[in-house]
């Protein structure tokens, strides 16, 4: 499979626990994004990164979340001490460049909720 | 004000009939356009482009009023399998990377 894998696809986590989301982008993109959306609306931009250098964080992404890319190819979310309003789906994509001229290829989402 | 704004529909209509979904957006400078589809519990998928001279797909066609700030998309001839959400999509200039979705608008196509 080439495309960008997200794992796990559901989470269901009591209020108050951490999570951790997994994403593997397209081998050969070196640009990775983090959105979230939830029902009914279009997603959010969380995070941006290159290679392994996060360049943007959306003031969406509270301190309770943090991104990670350590070495330039897979990346993780993480939500510490999760809240009912952080339930989504959570998207990550992946590019090889930036622009118009660049596909954006979405992964099939981790969904979460919390109870 | 939302940056990006759609009608939420739905909009039902037969199949072979033409629709077309506007959205409007709020950012003056934006660099880049893009209509995407949404299936039910899927991911966000590229649909097409949007130039400003106006670009054809098939029996997509996808429109740029910049003067406007507006962008439309034409469905010719629906088919059962055009059911699905369609998100208007802007990139700004100052942050190439990054895409602004609207909330999207709900197409459904009976037989």
């Known amino acids: 499979d080439t495309g960008v894998s997200q794992d796990p696809r559901h989470k269901i986590t009591k209020r108050g626990q951490n999570v951790t989301f997994r994403c593997d982008p397209i081998?050969?993109?070196?640009?990775l994004y983090w959105y979230r959306q939830t029902l009914g609306q279009g997603p959010e931009f969380l995070t941006y990164f290159q290679n392994e250098a996060q360049l943007e964080k959306s003031r969406l992404l509270s301190d309770r979340f943090s991104a990670e890319r350590p070495k330039g190819s897979f990346s993780t979310l993480e939500i510490q001490r999760t809240e009912q309003g952080d339930s989504a789906m959570y998207l990550c994509a992946s590019s090889l460049g930036t622009g118009q001229d660049y596909g954006y290829t979405f992964g099939s989402g981790t969904r979460l909720t919390v109870v | 004000r939302k940056e990006v704004e759609q009608d939420p529909g739905p909009f039902n209509v037969p199949e072979g009939a033409t629709v077309a979904f506007n959205c409007t957006y709020s950012n003056s400078a934006s660099q880049s356009f893009f209509w995407y589809r949404q299936d039910c519990r899927k991911e966000p998928k590229l649909l097409m482009s949007?130039?400003?001279s106006g670009n054809e797909d098939g029996r997509f066609t996808a429109q740029l009023n910049r003067a406007s700030q507006y962008i439309s998309l034409l469905i010719r001839d629906s088919k059962l399998s055009d059911s699905a959400t369609y998100l208007c999509?802007?990139?700004?200039?100052?942050?190439?990377?990054?895409?602004?979705f609207g909330s999207g608008t709900r197409l459904l196509v009976r037989p």
């Open positions: 949007v130039y400003s």
């Open positions: 999509v802007v990139m700004p200039t100052d942050s190439s990377y990054k895409l602004i």
């Open positions: 081998s050969e993109h070196n640009r």
